[in-house]
């Protein structure tokens, strides 16, 4: 008789999980090692290997901490959640981040916010109130507005800058009807705020920045004769963010709405988010307040459950607590991904310095012109008296074709296409031209205003592409993508 067997010990649940991340590590790095944040291992073949404009960076830390939260599988928002709002608004330097589902939802629940009638009346959005917007950028930017029946004025934007052009705000301005500013820092580079902050100081108006392309950007605001350096997403009362996978940093999808100083933004946010309730418990808590059936609110008897009263007509907009624990590994790297794009952009220049003749570049806010060598530095540009200055935290590499050059952009754009070279328009271009708001236009005459004859917008729409800088371009990408444009131009 054969000596018996010894049964194997059972393994806990602590073991089980241990062994599944690292069978999950062993696993990313073999599927996914090309997708680490440093590209100078990539394998790369000249006009065959395609170039994207952005992307997802990211290691088996992410993918570990995916499957970690899915074996939890607490799944809606959580502690994981809780823990990468606290984390963030502790990079950004803002009082409180609160989570959505993509930098589109912040947009229209940092709007929405405006209408609670928990402000006072007369700083409350109503229907046919009017917000200062720009007329070239990302279509969910202004959707917002009008999605909260209040009117966008849009004014031009600046073709070497991409933002908007300041000095028309005043002319923007209705007294009583103009409630806020809304306007996006484009592709990283910070609007001027030195400007639209003394602005909306001086009339009393909301101010909310969609961040979602300038995560990392910083600012140094010159009012007053002091020169105070943050971060962008923290001048205003609210800021947007997005985490979809081109951002600077990405939960695949998923956004954020952060509030800068004020804390009376955060019920309201997170009742527009939470499908418009009068609670703030969060899910999987009950009676935070003390007296869950204490109140009496509307024409609901006494004693209704608080977690089933409405204050607002709402939406549910949370992501899922697995993102979340994404965005927190992603959020350690982020400050080496700004470092990489900001060298990208600054060796992108550097190298098609010899093309002025056919190309305008991009320059930060209040610089005057580029000198630089290639360097990412202040020294690198001449900035105007102001004293105002900006460090952005790019997200692409504009090209303006300029009118007289030998090409078209849409020609400049087919053939990066061709070389398999990633290249985008700026967004939507003028919005006004888009069909959504011609159609709105003929639905209600008075659905919008335009300042202007927005011809800076109309020049970022024809002549404008950009191409990436992110963290997950090698070298020999950027040396191609040079290569192509200087071959491009140089036989036409």
């Known amino acids: 008789m054969s000596q018996k067997e010894p049964m194997s010990q059972k393994k806990t649940p602590a073991e089980l999980r241990s062994e599944i991340l690292r069978l999950t590590k062993e696993y990313s790095e073999a599927v996914h090692g090309n997708n680490g944040p440093d590209p100078s291992s990539l394998e790369f073949h000249s006009g065959e290997t395609t170039i994207p404009y952005a992307g997802r960076v990211f290691d088996a830390e992410e993918v570990q901490a995916a499957v970690g939260s899915s074996l939890d599988f607490w799944l809606t928002l959580g502690a994981e959640g809780e823990a990468l709002e606290r984390e963030f608004a502790s990079y950004l330097g803002a009082r409180k981040c609160l989570l959505t589902n993509s930098g589109s ?71 009583e009807k103009t409630k806020a500013v809304m306007m996006a820092h484009t592709l990283g580079n910070p609007f001027d705020l030195d400007v639209v902050t003394a ?19 910083e600012y140094t605001l010159a009012q007053s004769g002091s020169q105070i350096s943050k ?16 951002h600077h940093m990405t939960l695949g999808e998923g956004g954020a709405v952060n509030i800068a100083r004020d804390m009376k933004w955060k019920p309201l946010i997170e009742s527009f988010r939470d499908w418009g309730r009068d609670c703030w418990c969060a899910s999987g808590k009950d009676n935070t307040c003390g007296k869950r059936y204490g109140w009496q609110l509307g024409e609901l008897p006494e ?8 204050s607002h007509l709402g939406y549910n907009m949370k992501p899922l607590d697995l993102q979340a624990a994404i965005g927190r590994s992603q959020l350690k790297k982020l400050p080496a991904f700004i470092k990489a794009r900001r060298a990208n952009w600054a060796y992108l220049r550097a190298e098609l310095a010899d093309l002025e003749e056919f190309f305008v570049f991009q320059l930060p ?51 990066l296409e061709r070389c398999k070279i990633g290249n985008r328009t700026l967004f939507g271009g003028n919005l006004v031209r888009q069909p959504a708001w ?47 444009i200087h071959k491009f131009v140089r036989t036409r």
């Open 105 to 175: 939802s912040a947009n229209l629940l940092a709007v929405s916010a405006l209408t609670s009638h928990k402000l006072p009346d007369e700083k409350r959005l109503v229907p046919g109130d009017e917000i200062i917007t720009v007329a070239a950028g990302f279509p969910t930017t202004v959707a917002a507005i009008t999605q909260n029946r209040a009117i966008p004025v849009f004014i031009d934007s600046n073709p070497i800058t991409l933002n908007a052009r300041c000095e028309q705000l005043e002319e923007a301005y209705s007294p």
């Open 199 to 217: 602005f909306c100081k001086r009339y009393g108006l909301w101010l909310i920045e969609d961040n979602c392309d300038s995560l990392g950007s």
């Open 231 to 246: 971060l962008t997403g923290t001048f205003g009362d609210m800021s947007t963010q997005s985490f979809y996978p081109p």
């Open 303 to 310: 004693g209704y459950d608080h977690k089933y009263i409405y």
């Open 365 to 415: 806010s209040h610089a005057l012109a580029w000198h630089g060598d290639g360097q990412s530095t202040a020294d690198s540009f001449s900035w105007d008296p102001t004293g105002a200055t900006c460090d952005p935290s790019w997200f692409g590499f504009m090209l303006l074709v300029k009118p007289e050059a030998p090409f078209t952009r849409a020609e400049f754009g087919r053939e």
């Open 438 to 484: 011609m159609q709105l236009r003929r639905d209600n005459p008075t659905a919008f205003r335009v300042i202007g004859d927005l011809a800076g917008a109309d020049e970022i729409m024809n002549r404008a592409l950009f191409i990436g800088v992110y963290p997950g371009l090698s070298r020999p990408m950027m040396d191609f993508m040079v290569e192509t």
